[in-house]
Structures are given as structure tokens and as C-alpha cells.
């Protein structure tokens, strides 16, 4: 079965320093990595997806198959970063199913 | 183009009553994800409707069940609910195989006495 580990349930960090929220995964197949994120009093929406390799709002991820982890890194963050992270996983052998990590707070202080 | 759609946005039920949530999907899109997700954790995957037919299910026992309509919107429906039913129902709409993501709506939180 697949499942998503999100080691840290807060992360605290001052502006301008750099955040690294960890996400590792178990999955047997190909697996779609993807990072949701939730603004305060706003619903979830995707950050970014492994497939597409890009980088939004300053953020990076690296699907990384022989740690099994897709880490989700920032190098100088913003306060408008705090929020809720959700690292996700899905495949053709989930069913194309998203399976969320317990989710990671940012509160980036000023 | 408009997004996900859910309602009601807030529901008190008893335990043992009936409750019908719905959804409507982002335009263009041909699959209905819905989640529970409980305070503090992350979404979990209940089923997900694509043409109409349920084609995949999470860990979830059978009074929770669904439809999806011929214009792909989408009802959850959960008989006998208990006090655990309580959390935040969120429908996810997506093109068959999420490669490029699912669409969030904004849930509908059930609150059950």
C-alpha cells in the first residue's frame, strides 16, 4: 500500500532563511509526487508536480526514487509562505488515487 | 473557466441521521475525488467517480456512498453518522489519471452531535 510521511508537523523559520519541508513515500510502481498547499481560511491547491520540474513561488521539489523522497525546498523564505504543506502521491497502481502526507505548518517569522 | 463548487459549506447532523453532500466539478473535468480529512491530518481518500462509476475506493465501509451525474458533478452520500463522521469533506475534480493535478474545492464541514 502506499503511504506518505511528513517526519515534521511544524516548521518555524525567520524571513529570508531557507525552509525544507521532507516528504518520503512508499509505492510500488511510478509514483506522481505533488505538494498542496493551504493558505490561511483558503482551500487547498496544488504548489507544484514532479513531472512538470518547475518551480513556483520560489519553490523546488526533486523526486528522488532511490531515497523515495520529494522533498520541498525554499532557499530565502516570505511570510506570505506560512501556510499548510501537504506532500501527495498518486499512480496508475493507487488508482490514480491522491494519498496525503499528515501535512507540515510553515510559519515563516518576520 | 470556474472551479470546484461545494455545499453546503457548514452542516450539524445528529448521530444516526442521513447527510447529502455535493460538488461540482471544474469545467472540463471528467473525475470526482472526495476526501475526509479530520482535524489536524490530511486528506483521505474515500472514493473517486469517473463516467459515472465508481473506479476506485479508500478505507471507508459501505455507508458512505456516491453518485456522479452525467454532467460530472457529484454527491456523498453517509447514512448512519457518528460522532467520528465529523471533519471536512473536500471534492477534488481532475482529467482522468491527475497527472496535472486535482482541483480542491473549499469543503463542506459536518459537524455530528
Known amino acids: ?110 | 473557466e470556474t472551479g470546484v463548487t461545494q455545499s453546503p459549506t457548514h452542516l450539524i447532523k445528529t448521530r444516526g441521521q442521513q447527510v447529502t453532500l455535493r460538488c461540482s466539478s471544474q469545467s472540463g473535468h471528467n473525475t470526482v475525488s472526495w476526501y475526509q480529512q479530520a482535524l489536524g491530518q490530511g486528506p483521505q481518500f474515500i472514493f473517486q467517480y469517473y463516467r459515472e462509476e465508481e473506479n476506485g475506493r479508500g478505507n471507508f465501509p459501505p455507508r458512505f456512498s456516491g453518485l456522479q451525474f452525467p454532467n460530472y458533478s457529484s454527491e456523498l452520500n453517509v447514512n448512519a453518522l457518528e460522532l467520528d463522521d465529523s471533519a471536512l469533506y473536500l471534492c477534488a475534480s481532475s482529467l482522468q489519471g491527475g497527472s496535472y493535478g486535482y482541483t480542491f474545492g473549499s469543503g463542506t464541514r459536518l459537524t455530528v452531535v
Open chain 1, 1 to 110: 500500500a502506499q503511504r506518505v510521511t511528513q517526519p515534521e508537523k511544524l516548521l518555524s523559520v525567520f524571513k529570508g532563511a531557507p525552509v525544507e519541508l521532507k516528504c518520503n513515500y512508499s509505492y510500488s510502481g511510478s509514483p506522481e509526487l505533488f505538494w498542496y498547499v493551504q493558505y490561511s481560511r483558503q482551500r487547498l491547491q496544488l504548489l507544484l508536480r514532479h513531472i512538470s520540474r518547475e518551480s513556483i513561488k520560489g519553490f523546488t521539489a526533486d523526486l528522488n526514487k532511490g531515497e523515495t523522497s520529494f522533498h520541498l525546498k525554499k532557499p530565502f523564505a516570505q511570510e506570505e509562505d506560512s501556510a499548510m504543506y501537504y506532500c501527495a502521491l498518486s499512480g496508475l497502481a493507487a488508482g490514480n488515487k491522491l494519498t496525503f502526507g499528515g501535512g507540515t505548518r510553515v510559519l515563516v517569522k518576520p
